[in-house]
């Protein structure tokens, strides 16, 4: 494991992987994967000490992507920005909100990032792309479809904003994910992509019977069943079984195969 101090150390890790044919991922906290069991021949690169963050009088933040959601929403409302909220109660950095396009049903980064400074591994270039180029959609983003490193982003809120109000909003959401969410338990969050805006996979589990279900350590939370948490002992195994599981189910009694949103190190 690779933890740069600077984005330049950042850069440096990738270009040597991809000189010499390694194979490597740039993760953040990592809230968002399922590691493999067995030994892995993956270089990987944590960036959460890449954790510089910058408000600008306008509304607007620079950070480096190791930063975490929670510091970057907190901040902001120190600073009377609104418009991050939705990320408070998210569980990992700027790099991995970006890539995945994080947020909740009151918002997401596409909403904020004005634009971001990214690493395409395979030109060995560095651009600056804004909004619309990121090509944002539901938990995707265009660092997704072309293997792009975030190094920074130059976020833009709102100014003005009550800070008191700021971090009431953030408390009150924390407190219904806290209410809803298996927060209690490890896990890697929701683990399907909803197939379609309105449809919340997690109904359908509940639905067929599978919430609570249990194989080995991994468990379908009993508490909000687009969750599988680690009960004690689990095993990657036992989170993918689970996840199989419930593919083929819902296939079988709903014509369509779930879609995993979570991430796989390495990759299945
Ligand atoms: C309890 C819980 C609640 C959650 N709630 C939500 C939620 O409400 N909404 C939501 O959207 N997500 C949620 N998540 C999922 C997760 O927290 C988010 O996707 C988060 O943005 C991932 O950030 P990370 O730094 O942990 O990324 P990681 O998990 O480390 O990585 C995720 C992906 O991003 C890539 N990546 C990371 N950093 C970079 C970078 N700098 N450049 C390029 N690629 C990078 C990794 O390679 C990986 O493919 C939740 C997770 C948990 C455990």
Redesign the pocket.
């Known amino acids: 494991m690779i933890e740069p101090r600077c984005t330049g150390e950042?850069i440096e890790a990738v270009v040597l992987c991809e000189q010499y044919g390694l194979d490597y991922?740039?993760?953040?906290?990592?809230?968002?994967?399922l590691f493999g069991d067995e030994t892995i021949e993956t270089v990987l690169i944590?960036?959460?000490y890449?954790d510089a963050v910058q408000s600008l009088p306008d509304g607007r933040i620079r950070a480096l992507?190791?930063v975490?959601?929670g510091r970057l929403a907190a901040l902001s409302a120190r600073e009377g920005f609104g418009g991050l909220c939705?990320a408070a109660?998210?569980?990992?950095?700027?790099?991995?909100?970006?890539?995945?396009?994080?947020?909740?049903s009151t918002g997401?980064?596409a909403d904020v990032v004005e634009s971001a400074e990214?690493?395409l591994p395979e030109k060995r270039e560095i651009k600056t792309l804004f909004n619309q180029e990121l090509s944002f959609s539901y938990?995707k983003s265009y660092?997704?479809d072309k293997?792009?490193?975030?190094?920074s982003a130059l976020l833009k809120l709102r100014s003005g904003f009550d800070p008191k109000l700021l971090f009431e909003e953030m408390r009150s959401s924390n407190r219904l994910?806290k209410a809803n969410?298996?927060?209690e338990f490890?896990?890697?969050?929701?683990v399907f992509r909803k197939p379609d805006p309105d449809i919340a996979i997690s109904k359908i589990v509940d639905e067929l019977g599978l919430k609570g279900r249990r194989i080995g350590g991994a468990e379908v939370s009993k508490k909000h069943a687009g969750?599988i948490v680690n009960v004690g002992g689990a095993t990657s195994a036992d989170v993918r079984a689970l996840i199989e599981e419930i593919q083929n189910t819902v296939e079988r009694e709903k014509g369509f195969r779930p879609i995993p949103?979570?991430?796989f190190?390495p990759e299945v």
């Open positions: 950042l991922a740039v993760i953040g906290k990592g809230s968002n994967v944590r960036t959460v890449l992507c190791g975490p959601l939705f109660g998210i569980p990992g950095t700027l790099g991995g909100a970006v890539f995945m396009n994080a947020g909740t997401e980064m990214v690493l938990r660092l997704q293997n792009a490193i975030l190094l994910r969410q298996p927060l490890p896990s890697a969050g929701s969750f949103e979570i991430r190190i």
